[in-house]
């Protein structure tokens, strides 16, 4: 049989990132979300593949949001909680507003007609010992916010390099010792299981969308090679890879306006969408692929850890 391995998708809408970047126009809510997920949609279905969709709560509640949700489950694809606001300073929340983001994300997804979410992504790769807390006591079997890299200083010193003023600039994205953090699933004391987003092993730098296209405006070849290489050694350590997608995977540059500053973005469409599809056909050529609430549900014994924050 092959390895289990499993594809996420975190539908980060364009005011998001708008927000995050210290642009003041996403306070006019900007979406992109009728573009993508219709393309989204269409790629995992040719690959016959289902998901885990972790949605904003802040979009659940608007029209086209509720549309995704309900268009995405009705694919057969799990529905987990990505927070209300999708603020990635999440970790320097009291422990009431981070309660209040999970709740009030939980009631939007139910809302807009998808089973209560028993997994969660913290915007940002932001996990507290408060949060974990908040997830044991709502019945949430796991969490998927650990992004186990070196790399979360030099994101920062680019996002800070070309945003506008934002609330937590100075520690977003988190310091050199994420590396230290696993790159396997394990289970936080008290009950909550971490599943990573997967690192390449070994060297420990990121594997999903963005990074492989900012490679791909380089060379195609060299995306793939990278890409490639990250599984086989995914294979040869026993990694069972979670593989993140945002939708900005399959969205050009004009699709999504103001974002010139996002890696990747001069990649077009069409391109962006046959490099997911090959992604996804070289994932399933090796893993048996699912979503990551069935990939956690497929987890033997793991061992524990304190709740710290990441």
């Given at each position: 049989?092959?390895p289990?391995?499993?594809?996420?998708?975190?539908?980060?809408?364009?005011?998001?990132?708008?927000?995050?970047?210290?642009?003041?126009?996403w306070?006019?809510?900007?979406?992109?979300?009728?573009?993508?997920?219709p393309?989204?949609?269409?790629?995992?279905g040719?690959?016959?593949?289902?998901?885990?969709?972790f949605?904003?709560?802040?979009?659940?509640?608007?029209?086209?949001?509720?549309?995704?949700?309900?268009?995405?489950?009705?694919?057969?694809?799990?529905?987990?909680?990505?927070?209300?606001?999708?603020?990635?300073?999440?970790?320097?929340?009291?422990?009431?507003?981070?309660?209040?983001?999970?709740?009030?994300?939980?009631?939007?997804?139910?809302?807009?007609?998808?089973p209560?979410?028993?997994?969660?992504?913290?915007?940002?790769?932001?996990?507290?010992?408060?949060?974990?807390?908040?997830?044991?006591?709502?019945?949430?079997?796991?969490d998927?916010s650990?992004?186990?890299?070196w790399?979360?200083?030099?994101?920062?010193?680019?996002?800070?390099?070309?945003?506008?003023?934002?609330?937590?600039?100075?520690?977003?994205?988190?310091?050199?010792?994420?590396?230290?953090?696993?790159?396997?699933?394990?289970?936080?004391?008290?009950?909550?299981?971490?599943?990573?987003?997967?690192?390449?092993?070994?060297?420990?730098?990121?594997?999903?969308?963005?990074?492989?296209?900012?490679?791909?405006?380089?060379?195609?070849?060299?995306?793939?090679?990278?890409?490639?290489?990250?599984?086989?050694?995914?294979?040869?350590?026993?990694?069972?890879?979670?593989?993140?997608?945002?939708?900005?995977?399959?969205?050009?540059?004009?699709?999504?306006?103001?974002?010139?500053?996002?890696?990747?973005m001069?990649?077009p469409?069409?391109?962006?969408?046959?490099?997911?599809?090959?992604?996804?056909?070289?994932?399933?050529?090796?893993?048996?692929?699912?979503?990551?609430?069935?990939?956690?549900?497929?987890?033997a014994r793991?061992?524990?850890?304190d709740?710290?924050?990441?």
């Amino acid at each position: 049989m092959k390895p289990v391995a499993s594809v996420s998708l975190d539908l980060d809408n364009l005011w998001a990132y708008l927000r995050t970047h210290g642009d003041p126009s996403w306070e006019s809510r900007p979406s992109f979300l009728g573009s993508a997920v219709p393309r989204l949609l269409d790629v995992l279905g040719e690959q016959r593949l289902t998901t885990t969709v972790f949605v904003v709560g802040a979009d659940a509640e608007r029209d086209d949001g509720a549309a995704a949700v309900s268009s995405l489950a009705a694919a057969g694809h799990e529905i987990a909680n990505h927070s209300f606001w999708h603020q990635p300073w999440l970790h320097r929340f009291s422990d009431e507003e981070v309660e209040k983001e999970v709740l009030r994300a939980e009631e939007a997804i139910m809302a807009a007609g998808a089973p209560k979410p028993v997994g969660f992504r913290g915007p940002g790769y932001s996990v507290t010992p408060a949060l974990l807390d908040v997830l044991r006591r709502r019945g949430y079997s796991y969490d998927a916010s650990v992004l186990p890299t070196w790399i979360g200083p030099l994101a920062r010193a680019y996002h800070n390099r070309t945003a506008g003023a934002t609330d937590g600039g100075e520690d977003l994205f988190g310091g050199f010792g994420k590396v230290r953090s696993p790159n396997t699933a394990f289970r936080w004391r008290g009950g909550v299981v971490e599943l990573p987003v997967t690192t390449m092993p070994l060297l420990r730098v990121p594997i999903h969308g963005a990074y492989l296209l900012q490679l791909h405006q380089v060379s195609p070849r060299l995306a793939r090679a990278y890409f490639s290489s990250a599984l086989r050694l995914c294979l040869l350590r026993k990694v069972s890879p979670s593989l993140l997608l945002h939708p900005t995977d399959v969205l050009s540059g004009a699709e999504a306006p103001g974002m010139e500053f996002f890696p990747g973005m001069a990649v077009p469409g069409a391109s962006k969408v046959a490099l997911l599809g090959w992604v996804l056909s070289l994932l399933r050529k090796h893993f048996d692929v699912v979503g990551t609430g069935a990939h956690v549900a497929r987890l033997a014994r793991l061992r524990e850890r304190d709740p710290v924050a990441c």
